[in-house]
């Protein structure tokens, strides 16, 4: 058997220790050897190895063809991916292990399929082993089902007793298993087949929200590895530029391949959804690894920030119009009108920011004709001016039934429909001197009526969906809630505060229609107070607080001028989009 981990990687333990207990030879790989994959190859084969077991990344850079004397490949500590393996089990046969090393390097593996392809999903990292037990449980140690993800636990004889001189990490890690005994947290998510195999689901830490949706970069480097050109991926999130975080995909060629950008965001828009296509794909000569070859996401480069145009200059006043705003969207210094927008780093999110500047500019475009034309030569050619009848949005009414999107189900079914009221997001502002309390109450009013979800109603029967009634049916006065705090000093005001906000967050009511609660804490007359917004996360997300506090001040401003709330019409219902999403499911 080859022995190539490095004796400070747990996986020398299966080398040495595995290979010897069954009575077996080591071929041990010199420092050379293990960083020339020809030199390995060549020492595979004059030594004879028939099994070895290494890390992806090192069958990623040797050729079956040079190694024809192994008949057992094992793999461990990083995602296989579908298109590697489908490279070497014609060869030989492939297991997938998984294992921390607080439970002895290996707690499940299996076979991967002779005949899986490169586009298949990855495979699985199998069964659990003998006197291993594995659980995969939600955030109250209760057994997720068939199908769902949830976080990896290991139980057996071959537990560690924990961290040498660390009790405080020891009693975070090793906890009380619901079944007797001890078993470790692996902060790993898997989820369980109907056959009984295990799914890798990427890591607990690394999975992020981008735009209020949580995504887990494994699913996107699946799909980008399944291109044939691509022998690794790597996908990050990135925030080069404070408030700005954007998903990055390091793509490294396959043997003999080069990497063609525009197929692979082709690839990934049409598997994957919109919030998971990353916003920029950067091609490498090889992945960063560290001293025990696992990726180091840390030395992965920063993506060369885009300067702009690399086309023609605008040639009308709409172009330049559109050229200017896609400039400011995307933070950068110029755009030329045959730009695209997704190229330079664009997103659905900034789509709708550029929709919403635009109609500010006297131009109406949709997020659709964005997407579907992308430069601004292209917009150009379809906008229509502000009041000249051109029609927003498809045209569909937000009010009605609205099927819930496949976020809104995963969030629902992640906490349950009895504490979804308890899920929110929040913003607090600082409110003008001399705020009107009647004001606004009006300008939330105006809030409400304009964007359509404030208004929604869950019901929970047979098929879960939204109702959103018609604009002025629903009263927000109880909604707004004036708390005095003049005179009061910090610790005072902070408890105050803390005691407010819970309340407001325990009035929320999304069964009864009660999505949104607006508190103002008044400092009196002559000072500056806060506002406390808090809506249920069901129907904002982070993103969505650049609307409606702009919103909210647009409308107070107008009304207290005795003008009416003057908020532009939302371009596209959330109703339109929310129905077309679900007609493409």
């Known amino acids: 058997a080859l022995q190539f981990a490095s004796f400070s990687f747990d996986a020398a333990v299966l080398d040495v220790a595995v290979t010897l207990a069954a009575g077996g030879t080591l071929a041990i790989a010199s420092s050379e050897e293990r960083t020339e994959p020809e030199a390995l190859a060549e020492m595979i084969r004059t030594t004879g190895v028939e099994v070895a077991s290494v890390v992806p990344s090192l069958l990623g850079v040797l ?21 590697l393996a489908s490279r070497w089990t014609p060869h030989a046969q492939v297991w997938n292990a998984y294992g921390p090393t607080e439970a002895t390097v290996i707690c499940s593996t299996g076979p991967i399929a002779p005949a899986i392809t490169a586009d298949d999903l990855p495979p699985s990292i199998g069964a659990p082993i003998g006197n291993a037990q594995v659980y995969v449980l939600d955030g109250f140690l209760q057994p997720v089902p068939v199908g769902v993800t949830g976080e990896l636990y290991v139980a057996g004889t071959g537990l560690a007793r ?36 295990l799914l890798f689901a990427g890591r607990a830490d ?17 799909v980008l590895a399944s291109h044939e050109t691509v022998g690794q991926a790597a996908v990050v999130v990135r925030e080069d ?82 050229c200017a705003l896609f400039a400011e969207a995307l933070g950068v210094e110029r755009v030329g009108a045959d730009d695209s927008f997704f190229e330079l780093g664009g997103d659905s999110i900034m789509s709708m920011l550029l929709v919403s500047s635009a109609r ?3 131009l109406v475009i949709t997020a659709r004709q964005v997407f579907e ?23 569909e009414s937000g009010v009605g039934e609205i099927p819930l999107t496949p976020v809104m189900h995963q969030l629902i079914e992640r906490v349950g429909p009895d504490l979804i009221n308890q899920v929110t997001q929040s913003s607090l502002v600082v409110s003008p001197v001399g705020l009107d309390f009647a004001v606004l109450t009006r300008a939330v009013q105006a809030l409400v009526d304009h964007h359509d979800v404030l208004r929604a109603r869950l019901e929970n029967g047979d098929v879960r969906q939204l109702v959103v009634p018609a604009a002025g049916s629903v009263p927000v006065d109880p909604w ?18 803390v005691e407010e906000s819970r309340a407001a967050v325990h009035r929320l009511d999304p069964e009864g229609g009660v999505m949104l609660q607006v508190v ?20 904002v997300d982070g993103v969505s607080w650049r609307a409606l506090v702009p919103d909210l001040a647009e409308a107070y401003a107008g009304l207290a001028a005795g003008r009416d709330a003057g908020l532009q019409a939302v371009p596209t219902s959330f109703r339109h989009w929310a129905r077309g999403l679900a007609g493409q499911a």
């Open 63 to 83: 050729d079956p063809e040079s190694v024809p004397g192994v008949r057992q490949w094992i793999v461990g500590a990083e995602r296989v991916t579908a298109n």
């Open 480 to 497: 707004v809630r004036r708390v005095d705090v003049g005179g009061l000093d910090g610790q005072a005001l902070r408890q105050l505060f």
């Open 241 to 322: 530029q404070p408030g700005s975080r954007r998903l990055v995909a390091y793509v490294v060629p396959a043997a003999d391949s080069e990497i063609d950008v525009d197929a692979l965001r082709e690839l990934a828009g049409v598997r994957l959804p919109e919030y998971m296509v990353p916003s920029v794909i950067v091609p490498l000569d090889a992945l960063p690894l560290t001293a025990n070859d696992k990726l180091d996401r840390a030395a992965l480069p920063v993506p060369e920030t885009p300067e702009g145009t690399r086309g023609r200059d605008a040639e009308t006043p709409v172009e330049e119009t559109l």
């Open 373 to 395: 034309r992308q430069t601004p030569a292209g917009l150009a050619a379809v906008a229509g001016a502000v009041g000249d009848g051109v029609p927003v949005g498809g045209g």
């Open 162 to 197: 924990g961290y040498v001189g660390r009790p405080d990490l020891t009693a975070e890690r090793f906890v009380a298993c619901p079944y007797g005994g001890r078993m470790y947290r692996s902060g790993d998510l898997a989820r369980w087949t109907a056959d009984g195999q």
């Open 360 to 362: 500010r500019a006297g």
């Open 206 to 222: 690394e999975q992020v929200k981008i735009r209020g949706f949580r995504v887990e970069p494994g699913e996107i480097e699946a």
């Open 520 to 539: 103002w804490f008044d400092a009196g007359p002559d000072a500056q107070g806060r506002l406390f917004l808090v809506v249920d996360h069901l129907v």
